[in-house]
């Protein structure tokens, strides 16, 4: 990923694209798409980053709180959620 594509999403505002359907679904969530037909199983992961997305939260911010209970991982943690964030971005579940 470029320098500049990860401060882009650190710094975007990001939301759910309104045709997403989701629901909980034993803490973990499952989207549907009816443009498409697809169905998206997320993990506890990306479960907690829709969720926050979902809240208004941006990618910095998401990073710094799950980060914060695995200070450890926190470089992990930030290329995971770019990647999701990325992968959501292009298949049209997230807008910019």
């Known amino acids: 990923m470029s320098t500049d594509l990860a ?15 989701w629901r909980d679904v034993g803490g973990d969530l499952v989207l549907f798409d009816p443009r ?8 506890a992961s990306a479960s907690f980053v829709w969720r ?7 990618v910095a911010a998401i990073v710094a709180e799950a980060a914060a209970s695995h200070p450890d ?3 992990a943690i930030a290329r995971d959620v770019r990647a999701f964030v990325e992968s959501a971005l292009a298949i049209g579940l997230l807008r910019a």
Not at 10 to 18: D, G, I, V
């Open 36 to 43: 498409s037909g697809d169905y998206h199983a997320l993990n």
């Open 7 to 21: 401060t882009d999403l650190a710094n975007a505002l990001l939301s759910a694209a309104p045709e997403i359907v």
């Open 52 to 58: 926050r997305i979902a809240r208004g939260e941006g």
């Open 73 to 75: 991982q926190a470089d």
